[in-house]
């Protein structure tokens, strides 16, 4: 898929693959990996997912990253968060708590 096929889903407001709730799988299985509590999780394709803070709430430091600005904004607003935003060569940083949401491609982002 194209990244404009993505954002203009965003405009359009057809996120039907986006849940209301946490991943429930996510939350059933997630023990099993016996990660420490601090061990970083990366979230490609974030979206507004509440996987998210979910992760953040067991002590892990989330770096997601979401090509629609659209997407970024709402994930913040709708936790009545107000990030802070650091621009680097992968897009633009927003961060608040544990979480590290980057605006811009994910297939753009440099090797960690």
Same mark, same amino acid.
């Given at each position: 898929? =194209?990244? %404009?096929?993505? $954002?203009?889903?965003?405009? =359009? ?5 986006? !849940?209301?709730?946490?991943?429930? $799988?996510?939350? !059933?299985?997630?023990?099993?990996? =016996? *990660? ?6 990366? +979230?490609? $394709? ?11 709430a067991q ?5 997601g990253c979401?090509?629609?600005? *659209? ?9 009545? $968060?107000?990030? =802070? !935003? +650091?621009? &680097?060569? &992968? ?8 979480? &590290? *949401?980057?605006?811009g491609d994910?297939?753009?982002? %440099?090797?960690?």
């Open positions: 898929m =194209e990244p %404009a096929y993505w $954002l203009q889903r965003w405009r =359009e407001g057809r996120t039907g693959f986006h !849940r209301q709730e946490v991943m429930p $799988l996510l939350q !059933r299985h997630w023990p099993a990996l =016996e *990660l420490p509590a601090d061990a970083p999780v990366f +979230v490609p $394709l974030a979206g507004k997912t509440l996987d998210m803070h979910w992760l953040a002590g892990h430091p989330v770096l979401e090509l629609s600005p *659209l997407a970024v904004q709402a994930f913040f607003a709708e936790a009545g $968060l107000v990030p =802070e !935003r +650091v621009q &680097d060569a &992968d897009g633009v940083h927003h961060r608040s708590g544990r979480i &590290d *949401l980057v605006l994910v297939f753009g982002l %440099a090797a960690c």
